[in-house]
């Protein structure tokens, strides 16, 4: 069986690359404005989408795919709510006048809260939001 990443190559362009050269773990740090931006968005995206339905419609024409994440805002927000504060570390850990010593408590508190196993998932909700 193939790697996942040479499958989605030959998905998106056949005869595309089909070997990952070299893997970042941190990379999907970029991966949380991502997320925020399609937050801040979801109404415009659904209006649009749906406009773009409504108006294939008028003009008796197929109607073009709706909305492909529209049942996925929950768990983007939850996404969400992880990356953000991962990605305030690593922002606080890279600014050129860092305290060693804010970092760790930041990452003791991270852990403390948000990477904390233990509670009940309902139990750390408020944290994502109000963070």
């Known amino acids: 069986m193939e790697s996942l990443f040479s499958e989605l190559c030959e998905m998106a362009n056949a005869g595309a690359t089909i070997q990952l050269i070299e893997h ?9 404005k991502v997320v925020r931006c399609l937050l ?10 749906q406009e773009r339905i409504d108006k294939a419609i ?5 109607a073009p795919e ?8 929950m768990n983007l ?5 992880l990356l953000n504060p991962i990605m305030a ?4 850990s890279q600014k050129e006048d ?4 804010d970092v760790l408590l930041s990452v003791f508190r991270l852990r403390k809260t948000v990477l904390d196993e233990t509670p009940p998932v ?3 909700m408020h944290f994502f939001f109000f963070y």
Do not use: C
């Open 58 to 62: 008028r003009e008796r024409k197929s």
């Open 24 to 32: 970042k773990e941190h990379r999907f740090l970029g991966f949380a």
């Open 98 to 101: 860092t305290n060693q010593v």
């Open 77 to 81: 927000l939850l996404l969400y709510g």
């Open 122 to 124: 309902k139990d750390k």
């Open 40 to 49: 801040e968005k979801w109404d415009q995206l659904e209006d649009w989408f």
């Open 89 to 92: 570390l690593n922002m606080m």
């Open 66 to 73: 709706p909305f492909p994440i529209a049942d996925d805002k």
